[in-house]
């Protein structure tokens, strides 16, 4: 399915980086939740951001949505300087986070509407993508539920098409599978395949390793730091792994 969605080229082979992140060191006192990271994201990639819970994760991807400060790197999101631009980036960028971010109380078209006043659009323009998401996701007949009333995995495909409301060309997803079932989950992940194919970068967390291998290169991380960065089949030939569980595994384990 993903062979048929996205492009057959290699997306890095484009040369052109979204996201450039060069040490990155992130400290709670003297606790170091992210060691030096470096890495390049490119356009139309899906790039995965692979690790257990409390590996780091998290933290970074909060630093590259302008949400936390890092101790110290050279950071650029979008194009825009993290230390000096980080408004702009929150505009430029679309953000599902790991708690469910939609609002309970409030019925499906109103946090529609209410995300689209956020994000600056226009009152015709909030009505024609309400009209295009509902139809898109089938949920027209739901419209006025409360979302509280939904299905877990209605609920995340819809925080996932919120994010993306503003037609933003870099959306970070941030455990966005986590809780539902594995027939959610991949519908979820079509969505994904989806956007990329129309050039959309994605950065997602996950700690789901069957997931890297819907992403086009992924990082490893174990204990705040990368131990691993490319393409899912490099990694399992690096490895002699059969699966992405087993590169895991043979990371945390300091195997090579």
Known sequence: MKDELLKTETVTETNNKVIQVKNLVKKFGSFVANKSLTFDVYRGEIFGFLGANGAGKTTAMRILCGLSSPTSGEITVGGYDIYKETEKIKKNIGYMSQKFSLYE??????????????YGLSISKRKERE????AKLKMD???????SSLPLGWKQKLAFSVAMLHDPQIVFLDEPTGGVDPVTRRQ????IYEAAANGKTIFVTTHYMDEAEYCDRVTIMVDGRIDALDTP???KKQFNAQNMDEVFLKLAR???
Request: proline share 0%; no cysteine; charged share 30%.
């Open 233 to 235: 089949d490099k990694l």
């Open 188 to 191: 979820f992940w079509d969505l």
């Open 131 to 134: 009209a295009e998401m509902l």
């Open 141 to 147: 007949e739901v419209k006025n539920k409360l979302i």
């Open 105 to 118: 109380d409030m019925t499906v078209s109103e946090n529609i509407r209410f995300y689209g006043g956020i």
């Open 254 to 256: 300091g195997v090579s």
